[in-house]
């Protein structure tokens, strides 16, 4: 099956430092990733829409500047929380759609738990 | 815009009880359905999806657009269906858009 991997699964950092969590599909190709932010006991919201080769979509209310995604390959896209602050804190998923599927299951990774101190 | 509706935070039923975890979304196009499952400490992942009209796991789920509903249901609840889970939406291939709307989700616990 379509296996998504995660890198950290955990990451601590101090406020105002740079986070970056990359998100890789391992057996297929993906030309959609997707970032997720899930809560505590909640559900996961939607960040942005990361396609390969272009710009991100983000979701209203998501500060592109603040969560820059990058997609330079089809099996790789890397999400960097910049100054981060506490208030970030949170966990972090990403998701893939395989290139050329004819339907539109995502195939989700571990999830990032990030907290800032 | 789409929306999916989880009504439930909790169901408790116990083992061998029949469940029937509810979904219900507003999306004036064609929608596809998706049911998602996380078990504890696991990531999320695929149970079952409406387009597929399969069985997995003793799970089934029917699409009821007259009631804009996707209910998922087991007739015998196994202590290992113990799990988180979504339901969510996708446009449609046709829609032109393919990210998921998720629900709230629904912790289900099966007891003994």
């Known amino acids: 099956g379509a296996v998504v991997s995660q890198h950290p699964s955990r990451v601590i950092c101090k406020s105002g430092t740079s986070v970056k969590i990359e998100c890789r599909s391992l057996?297929?190709?993906?030309?959609?990733m997707f970032w997720y932010r899930q809560f505590p006991k909640q559900s996961l919201m939607l960040m942005a829409t990361s396609n390969e080769g272009s710009k991100a979509t983000y979701e209203q209310g998501v500060e592109k500047d603040k969560f820059l995604i990058n997609h330079a390959s089809l099996t790789l896209s890397t999400l960097t929380v910049t100054s981060a602050h506490p208030e970030d804190s949170s966990f972090y998923i990403c998701?893939?759609?395989?290139?050329?599927?004819?339907?539109?299951?995502?195939?989700f990774g571990p999830g990032t738990r990030l907290t800032v101190l | 815009a789409q929306r999916v509706t989880q009504p439930e935070k909790l169901l408790s039923v116990f083992k061998g009880a029949p469940v029937e975890l509810k979904c219900n979304y507003s999306y004036s196009g064609s929608p596809e359905l998706f049911w998602y499952v996380q078990y504890s400490r696991q990531r999320l992942q695929l149970l079952l999806r409406h387009i597929s009209r399969e069985s997995i796991k003793g799970f089934t789920a029917d699409l009821n657009k007259g009631e804009t509903s996707f209910h998922l249901k087991k007739p015998f609840a196994q202590e290992e269906d113990s799990a988180m889970y979504y339901c969510a939406l996708s446009e449609g291939i046709t829609g032109g858009g393919n990210k998921l709307t998720f629900g709230t989700g629904t912790q289900l616990k099966v007891e003994l």
């Open positions: 998701s893939a759609r395989e290139q050329g599927a004819d339907h539109n299951e995502q195939f």
């Open positions: 057996d297929f190709q993906a030309t959609t």
